[in-house]
Nanobody, 126 residues
Framework: QVQLVETGGGSVQAGGSLRLACAASGYMISSGNMGWFRQAPGKGREGVAAIDSDGTTNYADSVKGRFTISADNSKNILYLQMNSLKPEDTAMYYC????????????????????WGQGTQVTVSS
């Protein structure tokens, strides 16, 4: 059984930093694409960052230069380092795994991913 558990969310002021972690069990994160997504109240889920098994990364334009996705394959943990946070980054953040290798979908597409965590809340105040 695959489980993805996110931690590290919280409340910070604008300009601050947080590091999210996603611990995976029942699945090796090095097997395929992993992604971070977020969903703000009243909005759809959007892709934030993704990393492929070869280390290739993709970022949403809104977070480029501020967020960094990384994977510790030895610990089977996915990370999202978030710097220079803005109020518009406030959302529930989810990690996701593409175990079926749906490469016909873009890396930041929700449709690509078949396993999801329960989410961790990030709130950024101005």
């Amino acid at each position: 059984q695959v489980q993805l558990v996110e931690t590290g969310g919280g409340s910070v002021q604008a300009g601050g930093s947080l590091r999210l972690a996603c611990a995976a069990s029942g699945y090796m994160i090095s097997s395929g694409n992993m992604g971070w997504f977020r969903q703000a109240p009243g909005k759809g889920r959007e892709g934030v960052a993704a990393i492929d098994s070869d280390g290739t990364t993709n970022y949403a334009d809104s977070v480029k230069g501020r967020f960094t996705i990384s994977a510790d394959n030895s610990k089977n943990i996915l990370y999202l380092q978030m710097n220079s946070l803005k109020p518009e980054d406030t959302a529930m953040y989810y990690c996701a795994a593409d175990s079926l290798r749906r490469r016909w979908w873009p890396p930041l597409s929700v449709a690509r991913y078949n396993y999801w965590g329960q989410g961790t809340q990030v709130t950024v105040s101005s």
